[in-house]
C-alpha cells in the first residue's frame, strides 16, 4: 500500500475534486456539514478504496495551509459521529492524519471503504443552517454532493444495498461483511448461532473438545483468573466450514477472544507480544464475539480501557503492524515497573516468565501509542 501523503499529492495533482476525494480550504466550521460530507463521501458508489477530505486545500488545488492547532481531534470527530444518529448505530470509519505537502501544514480526514454503506440518521439533523433528512441516503458522484433537500439515485442506493448484503461477493467475503453487525445473527446454545436473514451461514463449535491453555498465551495471565481454556469454533457456508478460528476464553470464561498472533523481534527471540489486525478474518469475528465496533476496539484495547489491562496489541492494518515492528528493531523498547503489573500477582499458575512476557507487552503497547501520537504530527 503507498504512504498516505503521496496518495494525496497525486490527488492535489489533477488540480480538481473527484468521486473519492474533497479539498477544503479550512477545516469545518458547521458540524452539520462535517457530518454530511464525511456520509456522502462514506457512500461514494463508484470508488472502491479509501476517500478522502484534504484541509488546507482550495477547489483548484492550490495548497494554502493551516494555520494553528485542529479544531476537531480525531476523537473528537469520532465522538460526533456516534453522537450524530445514524441508523442501527453504524457510522463511518475515520481517522485523521497531519503531514506537511509542498512547505505546507495540511491535514487528511481519511474515511475507511466499508461495506455497511448506505449511511444514513434515524433522525432529523437541524442546526445552525444546515439540515439532513431522516432515512435520506447522501452519496457523492464525480465531483459533488447529493443535495440535502434531495437523495441519491436509485440505482446508487441499490448498489451500496448489494455492497452491504455482499451479494456480489464470495461467501468468505460476506461472512466478514455480516459479523461485524452481531445483531444480525440469532444465538441457539452457547456459542451457536445463525444468521438470521442468510441462515446458511453458521457458527459453532468444532468437533475438536475445549482445552486448558498450558502454553504459549503468556497474555492471558493478566487476567484476574489467569487460567484459560481453547475452544475451536467454525464459520460454516451451509456444509462448507469456511475457517476454523481457535477462540481464547479467559478471565473466568466471562471474556473470548480470537487467539492472537504471537510476534517475536530479533533482539528478544525469548520474549513475544501478541496482536490482532483489523484487516483479518479474525478481528472481525472478535467484533463479532465482543458486540463492539473496530474503532472502539481499537481504542480501547481488549480491557475496555479498564484494569488491570489485556496486553494485546490491536493494530489498524498490516501495514502499520509491519512499520512498528521496524521502529522495535530500530529502538527496542525498554521494560521498567510500571509495565509489570499483573492481574494475579500470587497466582501459582503464573510464573516468572509470564509475568516477564507481560511486562514485555505492557511496554510494547505503551510505545505503540506513543509512535502513533508521533507519526500523525
Known amino acids: 500500500m503507498r504512504d498516505l501523503p503521496v496518495i494525496i499529492e497525486e490527488l492535489i495533482a489533477t488540480k480538481k475534486e473527484g468521486d473519492h476525494w474533497d479539498f477544503k480550504e479550512r477545516e ?9 460530507d464525511i456520509i456522502c463521501l462514506a457512500n461514494a458508489p463508484r470508488h472502491t478504496g479509501n476517500r478522502y477530505i484534504i484541509y488546507g486545500v482550495d477547489d483548484t488545488g492550490a495548497v494554502q495551509g493551516l494555520q494553528g492547532p485542529p479544531q476537531r481531534t480525531q476523537a473528537d470527530i469520532v465522538n460526533t459521529l456516534s453522537s450524530a444518529g445514524f441508523a442501527g448505530g453504524v457510522y463511518p470509519d475515520i481517522y485523521r492524519h497531519e503531514t506537511n505537502l509542498q512547505g505546507q501544514q495540511v491535514a487528511v ?23 439532513l433528512n431522516a432515512g435520506t441516503v447522501y452519496a457523492r458522484v464525480r465531483d459533488s454532493n447529493t443535495p440535502s433537500d434531495q437523495v441519491a439515485s436509485s440505482r446508487d442506493i441499490e448498489q451500496m444495498w448489494r455492497e452491504r448484503f ?7 467475503t460476506r461472512v466478514q461483511n455480516y459479523l461485524s453487525d452481531p445483531g444480525g445473527w440469532t ?4 456459542h451457536v448461532w445463525y444468521h438470521s436473514q442468510f441462515p446458511e451461514f453458521t457458527i459453532s463449535p468444532t468437533a475438536e473438545e475445549t482445552r486448558r491453555v498450558k502454553t504459549g498465551e503468556n497474555w492471558v495471565r493478566a487476567a484476574v483468573n489467569p487460567l484459560a481454556f481453547v475452544r475451536p469454533l467454525q464459520i460454516c457456508f451451509h456444509q ?3 475457517k476454523e478460528i481457535d477462540c481464547v476464553l479467559y478471565d473466568e470464561m466471562r471474556a473470548i477472544t480470537p487467539a492472537p498472533r504471537a510476534q517475536t523481534l530479533s533482539y528478544r527471540r ?31 484495547g481488549l480491557s475496555g480501557g479498564r484494569r488491570p489491562n489485556v496486553p494485546v496489541v490491536l493494530f489498524y492494518s498490516r501495514n502499520e503492524n509491519e512499520a512498528f515492528v521496524e521502529e522495535l528493531e530500530r529502538d527496542p523498547v525498554a521494560v521498567e515497573d510500571r509495565h509489570k503489573h499483573v492481574g494475579s500477582e500470587n497466582d501459582a499458575e503464573v510464573s516468572e516468565k509470564d509475568r516477564e512476557i507481560i511486562a514485555f507487552s505492557n511496554a510494547v503497547i505503551e510505545r505503540l501509542k ?7 504530527l
Do not use: M
Open 240 to 242: 462448507t466450514v469456511l
Open 270 to 300: 525469548d520474549l513475544s507480544f501478541f496482536s490482532l489486525c483489523s484487516e483479518t478474518l479474525e478481528f472481525a469475528f472478535l467484533e463479532f464475539l465482543t458486540k463492539q465496533r473496530r474503532d472502539q476496539l481499537l481504542q480501547n
Open 109 to 131: 480526514l481519511v474515511i475507511k471503504d466499508r461495506p455497511e454503506k448506505p449511511y444514513y440518521l434515524q433522525k432529523r439533523y437541524n442546526k445552525h443552517g444546515v439540515q
Open 370 to 376: 506513543e509512535w502513533r501520537t508521533k507519526t500523525s
Open 187 to 190: 444465538e441457539t446454545a452457547e
Open 166 to 172: 455482499g451479494l456480489d461477493r464470495t461467501p468468505l
Open 28 to 36: 469545518h466550521a458547521k458540524t452539520g456539514e462535517l457530518i454530511k
